[in-house]
C-alpha cells in the first residue's frame, strides 16, 4: 500500500477526492449602520457588517472563486416581536442588503434563509402559540418571507425551519408569484443540535429563545431513517437541493443521503464546529490551515456537492496555492 503513497506525483495521481473553490459557500452576518464590523465573540475572524463592508466582503468573495454567499441578519431586539411582522418587511435588513450585494456583484450567488427566528422575540423558526411552535400559521409567513427576498434578489431560498409541508407551499408561492427560476435549498435532514450555539450568539436569537430548545421541529440527533425521510418528502415537495446541518458529527446522514437520492447534496459546516477548531488553533493546539482543508475534504468524501462553511475566504485562498 505504501508504493502509491512514497512520492508527491504518486499521491496525487491516486487522490479520490478533490476540493475546489467551486465547492464553497459563505454564510456571513450582516447588521445595520455604517462601517460597523463587529467580531462574534464565540467566533474569532467571524464578524457581523453592515451592508456597506457586506459588499466589500461580496466583491472579495467573488475575486476568490466562490460561487455564492448566504446572507443571515442580525436584527435589532426593538424589530423582533411575538408574530415576527420584520420577516415580511420587504424593506427589512436582509433584502436591503441582498438588493445591494446583487447591484454590486451581479453573478455572486446569494442564499437566504427562511425562518422566523431572526425576527421572533421567542427566538423560535415558527410562530408560537400556546407554548408551542404552530405548523401551518407558519408556513403562510415562511411563503411571504421567500417571495420578498426572492424579489429582493435572492437566487436561492433555504428554508431552515423544519416545518412540514413548507417547501410544497413555497414553491407554489414563489411559482405564483412569478419567481419560478429561483431555487430551494432544503434544510431537508437538520437536528435540534448543541453546535448552533455561537450562531445564535452572532444573530441574537439565543437570548430571545431563553434557553429554551427546538425540539419540537428540528430532528433528533439520534434519528438516521428519519432523516432520509425528510430528504424524499422534501424532494417529492419541489426542493432543488439538500441540506444536511450540523456537518462533521453527521457524514454519516450526508452518505446515506448521497447514495439513497443521488441529489445536489450540501452540508452546512456549523458555527459550532467552526468555533471548536478555531478555539483549539488559537490555543496551538492544532495547525488551522491544515485542519480547515482536512475538514472540507471530509465533507467531500462522505458525498457533499458543496459545503457552507465560515472558513469559505480563507480556504478559497489555501486552495489558490
Ligand atoms: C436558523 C438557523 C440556525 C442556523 C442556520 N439557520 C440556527 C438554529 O436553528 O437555531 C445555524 C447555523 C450555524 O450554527 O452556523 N433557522
Not at 464590523?37 to 472563486?65: F, K
Amino acid at each position: 500500500m505504501r508504493r502509491n503513497r512514497r512520492d508527491d506525483w504518486s499521491r496525487r495521481l491516486v487522490s479520490e477526492h478533490r476540493l475546489s473553490v467551486d465547492d464553497l459557500i459563505w454564510p456571513v452576518f450582516v447588521v445595520e449602520g455604517n462601517g460597523v464590523r463587529q467580531e462574534v465573540a464565540s467566533m474569532p475572524g467571524v464578524s457581523r457588517v453592515s451592508i456597506d463592508l457586506l459588499v466589500d466582503e461580496a466583491r472579495r468573495a467573488a475575486d476568490l472563486g466562490i460561487p455564492a454567499i448566504a446572507v443571515f441578519p442580525s436584527v435589532e431586539p426593538s424589530l423582533k416581536t411575538p408574530d415576527a411582522a420584520e420577516a415580511v418587511n420587504p424593506n427589512n435588513l436582509v433584502c436591503r442588503a441582498v438588493r445591494a450585494v446583487k447591484k454590486a456583484v451581479p453573478n455572486l450567488g446569494i442564499i437566504c434563509d427562511v425562518a422566523l427566528d431572526p425576527y421572533n422575540s421567542d427566538g423560535h423558526d415558527g410562530l408560537v402559540i400556546d407554548n408551542y411552535v404552530v405548523n401551518d400559521a407558519t408556513v403562510e409567513i415562511l411563503c411571504r418571507q421567500s417571495i420578498i427576498q426572492a424579489e429582493a434578489g435572492c437566487d436561492v431560498i433555504a428554508p431552515s425551519d423544519m416545518m412540514d409541508g413548507r417547501i410544497k407551499a413555497i414553491r407554489q408561492a414563489l411559482d405564483s408569484a412569478g419567481l419560478e427560476p429561483v431555487r430551494i435549498l432544503s434544510y431537508a435532514a437538520k437536528y435540534a443540535s448543541a453546535f448552533y450555539g455561537p450562531f445564535r450568539d452572532a444573530v441574537g436569537s439565543k437570548s430571545a429563545l431563553k434557553g429554551g430548545d427546538k425540539k419540537t421541529y428540528q430532528m433528533d440527533p439520534a434519528n438516521t431513517d428519519e432523516a432520509l425521510r425528510e430528504v424524499a418528502l422534501d424532494l417529492a415537495e419541489g426542493a432543488d437541493m439538500i441540506m444536511v446541518k450540523p456537518g462533521l458529527p453527521y457524514l454519516d446522514i450526508v452518505r446515506r443521503v448521497k447514495e439513497s437520492f443521488a441529489v445536489p447534496t450540501l452540508a452546512y459546516q456549523v458555527s459550532g464546529e467552526y468555533a471548536m477548531m478555531k478555539a483549539a488553533a488559537l490555543n496551538g493546539w492544532l495547525d488551522w490551515d491544515k485542519a480547515v482543508l482536512e475538514s472540507l475534504m471530509a465533507f467531500k468524501r462522505a458525498g457533499c456537492d458543496a459545503i457552507l462553511t465560515y472558513t469559505a475566504p480563507e480556504a478559497a485562498r489555501l486552495l489558490s496555492r
